[in-house]
């Protein structure tokens, strides 16, 4: 790149990926760089910032609150400037080189992680995709850079972020095979009495739209706790006479671990099941082809799950 106000934009593209490594080996590696080459290049990024960027935490590199807040637009401006000097070339997905960041529950990536993985070795090699969890508190990740794409129910109401919901969605029941809730016409009262339940909730809640579906009725049901993640709860339930939830698009989980998936005898709400994305990324070819493959990956799963009953 060029130089502009004596800052040479070379160290934007440095920054761009010493920010998403958070390792100057890394980020070397990605550069084609020496270590000593890309320590030399945080150290002129710092004294342009006036911010360390990156400092030791224990054995890794942590990004400073400066860096945080700058993040978005530095990865903003970068793509920009590929896009105005090297007009169509990220159209060829085997030229680029990048690291996308899903964010969603644990379940997305153990469902879709391998189809994901192997679609990206296929399409686009130069591509690298990293799965973070939902955190227990609610920071606007997107708009900040933290993540390229949300997957899953998005609650967000943030007016900068674009939404696309695929489909709805409604929970079921899950068990381990022999429960007794799985013998006999299950009722309500069956469900909310037999057993006790267990939460899926990443903020650590002990009640949901089950709870208010049976308060409807005059009903309570026993919840014993909760867990942060859909994957975690399904361990629990196939050693225990818990009953967990899990979504449609996770129920190859449960098969897999042998457990019995049910219909909930209750009126839920459906939720929408879809993507989210910060409009930086509109005119990204390469973030285009990544929601692509999200949306066709949720589309075969909405097609290939019955019916709400």
């Given at each position: 790149m060029t130089q502009s106000a004596g800052l040479d934009l070379?160290?934007?593209?440095?920054?761009?990926?010493?920010?998403?490594?958070?390792?100057?080996?890394?980020?070397?590696?990605r550069l084609h760089l020496s270590e000593p080459a890309m320590s030399r290049t945080l150290g002129r990024i710092r004294k342009a910032l006036g911010d360390p960027v990156l400092v030791r935490a224990g054995r890794r590199?942590?990004?400073?609150?400066?860096?945080?807040?700058?993040?978005?637009?530095?990865?903003?401006?970068?793509?920009?400037?590929?896009?105005?000097?090297?007009?169509?070339?990220?159209?060829?997905?085997?030229?680029?080189?990048?690291?996308?960041?899903?964010?969603?529950?644990?379940?997305v990536a153990a469902a879709h992680g391998a189809a994901l993985f192997a679609r990206a070795a296929r399409e686009a090699p130069g591509v690298r995709l990293r799965f973070?969890?939902?955190?227990?508190?609610?920071?606007?990740?997107?708009?900040?850079?933290?993540?390229?794409?949300?997957?899953?129910?998005?609650?967000?109401?943030?007016?900068?972020?674009?939404?696309?919901?695929?489909?709805?969605?409604?929970?079921?029941?899950v068990v381990r095979a022999g429960h007794p809730l799985l013998t006999g016409e299950l009722t309500p009262?069956?469900?909310?009495?037999?057993?006790?339940?267990?939460?899926?909730?990443?903020?650590?809640?002990?009640?949901?739209?089950?709870?208010?579906?049976?308060?409807?009725?005059?009903?309570?049901?026993?919840?014993?706790?909760?867990v942060g993640t859909y994957p975690a709860s399904l361990f629990v339930v196939r050693e225990t006479d818990l009953v967990g939830l899990i979504s449609h698009w996770g129920r190859s989980l449960?098969?897999?671990?042998?457990?019995?998936?049910?219909?909930?005898?209750?009126?839920?709400?459906?939720?929408?099941?879809g993507f989210a994305w910060h409009p930086r990324h509109d005119a990204d070819p390469a973030h285009a082809w990544l929601r692509g493959c999200v949306r066709e990956l949720m589309a075969q799963e909405a097609a290939g799950r019955p019916s709400p009953a």
């Open positions: 070379n160290l934007l593209v440095a920054l761009d990926v010493l920010l998403e490594e958070q390792s100057v080996q890394g980020a070397a590696q590199m942590v990004p400073t609150p400066h860096a945080l807040a700058v993040r978005a637009e530095v990865s903003a401006v970068v793509e920009r400037a590929r896009a105005l000097f090297a007009p169509g070339r990220d159209a060829d997905l085997r030229t680029v080189t990048r690291t996308f960041t899903i964010l969603g529950h644990d379940s973070l969890s939902e955190s227990h508190v609610d920071v606007p990740v997107l708009r900040q850079g933290t993540a390229d794409l949300e997957v899953g129910v998005i609650d967000t109401t943030a007016p900068e972020v674009h939404v696309e919901t695929v489909y709805e969605e409604h929970m079921l029941g009262e069956r469900f909310a009495g037999e057993a006790g339940h267990l939460i899926v909730s990443r903020r650590g809640r002990q009640r949901g739209p089950i709870d208010e579906a049976l308060e409807e009725l005059g009903l309570k049901r026993r919840v014993v706790g909760s449960a098969d897999t671990l042998g457990l019995v998936t049910f219909e909930i005898p209750l009126p839920l709400p459906a939720v929408g099941v």
